[in-house]
C-alpha cells in the first residue's frame, strides 16, 4: 500500500506540474491522446500488411491471407499494397497535425510560464523582490522558462510513442501473446533497470539550474559596474569571478548532457538484445507461419523503438524538470508575499503619523527602533543622518514598501494598511537617488504607463520639474527618444525627469531620496526652484545631505543609530542639534531662513 501511494502522490505532483505549464489537461491530453492512437493502429496495420506482402512476394505467390485477431482477409499484392500506403498516408497526416499541435502548446506553454512568472513578480512584495540578485529575473525568464517548457514538451510528445507502444504490443498480442506478454515485461525491466540514472541526471539538473542563476547574477553585477571595471581597471578580477561561475555550471552541465545521451545508447543495446531473445523463443517453440513471424519481428523491433524513445524522453524530463520546478518555486514564493491591501481610500489633505514604529530585517539587528512623529498636510520635512542610520528603511516604510514589525503607520488618523493599495499608489510618489529612465519617449518616461495621465498633466508637470525648455529644445520635443544608458540625456536632465513622473500624477505625498546629490549647479537650482514652488501644496519627505536642499524644509528629523535624535525646525537645529551643526559646518552653508 505505502508503494502504491507513492505512486500516487508522484503521479499528483506530475500533473500537477503538468498543469502549470499547460494548462488545463483533460482536454488537451485527450486530443493529443486519440490522435497518437489512430497513428498507432496505422502503423501496426502498415507493418502487418508489409511482412505478409513480402513474405507471400517471396514464395511467389499473388496473394496473401492477412489474419490479424478474428479478421481474416485474402487479397492480391497490389491490393495489399494501395492498402498498406493508404494507412501510411493517414499515419503521416495524424503525425503531422499531431506534431503541430504539440508545437503550438509547447509555444502557448513557454508564454504562458513567461506571464506568470513575470506576473507573480509584480504583485510581490518589495521585501521579496529586493532580495533577487542581479540578472535572478530575466535568468528565470530566459532560460528557465525555455527548459521548463521543454518539460511541457516532453510530456505532450510522450504521449504519441506511448499510445503507439501499447498499440503494437496489442497487435503483437494478436499475433502472438507470448511473445508479446515477453517484450512487455522485458520493457518494464529495463525501464527499472535504467531508472536510477534518470534520478542522477535529476540532480545534476538541479546543480545547473541554481549554478545558471548564480551565474546570471554575476554577470548583470558586472555589466552593472562597467563603468567602473574600466576607471579602476578590475576587468580581469571580474573575468575571474565569471570564470568561477561558468566552472560552477559546467560540470553539472556535462553529467546531465552525458547521462542524457548514453542512456538512450544503452536501452537501445538492451531492447536489441531482447529481440533476439524473443526470436529464440519463437525458435523454441516452434513458429510455423513465417508472414506472422515476420509481422511479429516488424512489431516488436518499432515497438521497442518506442520504449526507447519513452525512456529517451523519461531522461530529458529528468533533465529539464528543475527548472519547471524552479519556476513553481519562485511563482509561489512570490505569491505568498503579495502585501495584504485595505480598502479604504486615502484621505484627502491628511496628516501623517508613525507611532512608536519598529523595524528590522532580521532577529540580529533593529534598524528603526521605537520612532515616532507626527507631520502636518504640506509640510516639507529633511531627513537626515549618519550612514546605517536607518533613512533608507523610513523612506520605504513611508512609501509602503515594507510594513512595520511594531507600531502604527497613520495617514488622516488611518493605519495606512486599511488604505487600499491602488488607491495609495495614485497619491503617492517617489523620486529615488538614481535616476531611471525606460527606453521611450520623453512623454512614455513621464507618463509612466499610468493611462490617466493626459498630455497637458505631462507638460504641467515637466514646467514644474523645470526640464519643459530642454525638453523643446530637443528633436522632436516630448517625442524624442530617451533611455538609461543614452549619452544625449545628462544625469541632472534624468533627474528631473523622473521629478516630472512624480509629478504628473498630482500627488499628495512625495519623497525625494537625494534628489541633488550629484548634480552639476545648474541641475540643482532647478530643482531647488521645483522643490521651492511645490512647498505647502504636496507633504514632502526629502532624505538629503547638501543644506541647499534642506534649506527649503520646514523641519528637519535627525536619524541616530535608528532613532529620532530631534526633529525641529533648522534655525533651532543649528542651535542646539550636534549631527546638524556638525554637518553645516562641514558644507559651509548655513539654511535659509525662508
Known amino acids: ?57 517471396a514464395q511467389g505467390h499473388g496473394g496473401a491471407d492477412v489474419e490479424i485477431g478474428f479478421v481474416k482477409v485474402h487479397a492480391a499484392v497490389p491490393w495489399l499494397l494501395a492498402a498498406a ?27 504562458r510560464l513567461m506571464r506568470k512568472l513575470f506576473h507573480a513578480y509584480t504583485r510581490a512584495s518589495w521585501s521579496v523582490q529586493s532580495r533577487d540578485g542581479e540578472g535572478h529575473l530575466q535568468e528565470m525568464m530566459a532560460s528557465h522558462t525555455r527548459s521548463a517548457t521543454q ?20 497487435s503483437a498480442v494478436v499475433l502472438s501473446p507470448l511473445i508479446a506478454l515477453t517484450v512487455a515485461v522485458a520493457a518494464v525491466g529495463i525501464f527499472l533497470v535504467l531508472r536510477p540514472f534518470g534520478r542522477a541526471t535529476r540532480k545534476q539538473a538541479a546543480l545547473h539550474s541554481s549554478g545558471s542563476l548564480a551565474l546570471a547574477d554575476g554577470v548583470g553585477e558586472a555589466v552593472r559596474l562597467t563603468e567602473e571595471m574600466h576607471v579602476y581597471g578590475t576587468a580581469t578580477q571580474h573575468r575571474a569571478r565569471v570564470d568561477r561561475l561558468v566552472e560552477r555550471v559546467e560540470q553539472p552541465y556535462f553529467r546531465t548532457q552525458f547521462l542524457s545521451m548514453s542512456v538512450p545508447a544503452l536501452h537501445q543495446g538492451l531492447a536489441l538484445i531482447l529481440v533476439i531473445l524473443g526470436l529464440a523463443v519463437l525458435y523454441a517453440v516452434g513458429a510455423e507461419d513465417l508472414g506472422a513471424l515476420g509481422a511479429i519481428v516488424l512489431i516488436l523491433v518499432r515497438a521497442l523503438s518506442y520504449g526507447q524513445q519513452l525512456q529517451t524522453a523519461y531522461q530529458k524530463l529528468n533533465d529539464v524538470a528543475p527548472f519547471l520546478d524552479r519556476i513553481q518555486k519562485e511563482v509561489r514564493r512570490y505569491d505568498d508575499s503579495v502585501q495584504r491591501s485595505g480598502d479604504l481610500p486615502v484621505p484627502p489633505r491628511a496628516d501623517i503619523a508613525f ?23 504640506g509640510e516639507t520635512i529633511g531627513i537626515v543622518g549618519l550612514s546605517g542610520a536607518g533613512k533608507s528603511t523610513l523612506v520605504q516604510l513611508l512609501l509602503r514598501l515594507r510594513e512595520p514589525d511594531a507600531g502604527r503607520y497613520l495617514v488622516g488618523g488611518i493605519d495606512v494598511r486599511e488604505i487600499a493599495l491602488e488607491a495609495w499608489q495614485q497619491r503617492v510618489a517617489y523620486v529615488s537617488q538614481e535616476p531611471r529612465l525606460l527606453n521611450g519617449t520623453v512623454a512614455e518616461n513621464i507618463r509612466y504607463f499610468r493611462e490617466e495621465v493626459t498630455d497637458e498633466d505631462i507638460e504641467r508637470a515637466a514646467r514644474l520639474a523645470h526640464i519643459h525648455d530642454e525638453v523643446m529644445a530637443w528633436p522632436g520635443g516630448y517625442e524624442h527618444r530617451v533611455g538609461q544608458r543614452l549619452d544625449a540625456v545628462s544625469g541632472g536632465q534624468r533627474q528631473r525627469l523622473c521629478l516630472a513622473r512624480a509629478l504628473a500624477g498630482r500627488p499628495e505625498i512625495l519623497v525625494l531620496d537625494e534628489p541633488t546629490s550629484a548634480l552639476d549647479p545648474h541641475s540643482e537650482v532647478a ?16 532624505v538629503a545631505h547638501r543644506m541647499s536642499t534642506l534649506s527649503s524644509c520646514d523641519r528637519i528629523m535627525v536619524l541616530e543609530d535608528g532613532r529620532v535624535a530631534a526633529f525641529d525646525t533648522p534655525a533651532n537645529l543649528e542651535r542646539v542639534e550636534g549631527y546638524y551643526r556638525a554637518t553645516l559646518a562641514l558644507a559651509g552653508a548655513a539654511p535659509d531662513p525662508a
Request: glycine residues 6%.
Open 1 to 57: 500500500m505505502s508503494a502504491l501511494g507513492t505512486g500516487l502522490r508522484r503521479f499528483a505532483s506530475a500533473r500537477a506540474k503538468a498543469e502549470f505549464a499547460l494548462g488545463p489537461l483533460p482536454r488537451q491530453m485527450a486530443v493529443l491522446g486519440s490522435l497518437a492512437v489512430l497513428a498507432g493502429f496505422f502503423e501496426a496495420g502498415v507493418l502487418a500488411l508489409m511482412a505478409q506482402v513480402a513474405y507471400s512476394m
Open 85 to 111: 500506403a493508404l494507412l501510411a498516408a493517414l499515419r503521416l497526416g495524424m503525425q503531422w497535425f499531431l506534431a503541430w499541435r504539440t508545437a503550438r502548446m509547447n509555444a502557448r506553454a513557454q508564454s
Open 151 to 170: 518539460a511541457a514538451m516532453i510530456v505532450a510528445g510522450a504521449i504519441s510513442p506511448f499510445a503507439s507502444f501499447l498499440i503494437l504490443v496489442a
Open 355 to 377: 507611532e512608536r514604529v519598529s523595524f528590522s530585517y532580521d532577529e540580529r539587528q533593529t534598524v528603526l527602533e521605537d520612532v515616532s512623529f507626527h507631520v502636518e498636510a
Open 527 to 542: 530643482i531647488q526652484r521645483s522643490l521651492e514652488g511645490l512647498r505647502g501644496s504636496v507633504t514632502m519627505f526629502i
